[in-house]
């Protein structure tokens, strides 16, 4: 494995890549993969990579993987009659 590692290493290296570029490539990958073997279990993905749920979805935005999940607000509540006769 730490053979395989190195090897890529010296791929990115001597190709010219950019540090970033490199954790970018290597993040997107490894994250696609978690939420392909997870079926899109985002909860269960972010426990197989080791990171925080909230992390994931920052990244996932950060790469454009998926749809991102918007806050639901809480429904309103409704108010009685007799508070709402009450209250004015």
Do not use: C, D
Not at 21 to 38: C, M, N, P, Y
Not at 72 to 83: G, L, M
């Amino acid at each position: 494995m730490k053979e395989r590692f190195e090897s890529l290493v010296e791929h990115l290296f001597v190709s010219g890549f950019f540090l970033e570029e490199a954790v970018e490539i290597l993040e997107k990958t490894l994250i696609q993969r978690a939420l392909a073997g997870t079926a899109g279990n985002r909860s269960a993905a972010s426990k197989l990579l080791g990171i925080h749920r909230n992390t994931l979805q920052r990244k996932m935005v950060e790469y454009k993987l998926g749809e991102p999940r918007l806050r639901r607000k809480p429904p309103r509540r409704v108010q009685s009659a007799r508070k709402r006769a009450t209250a004015g």
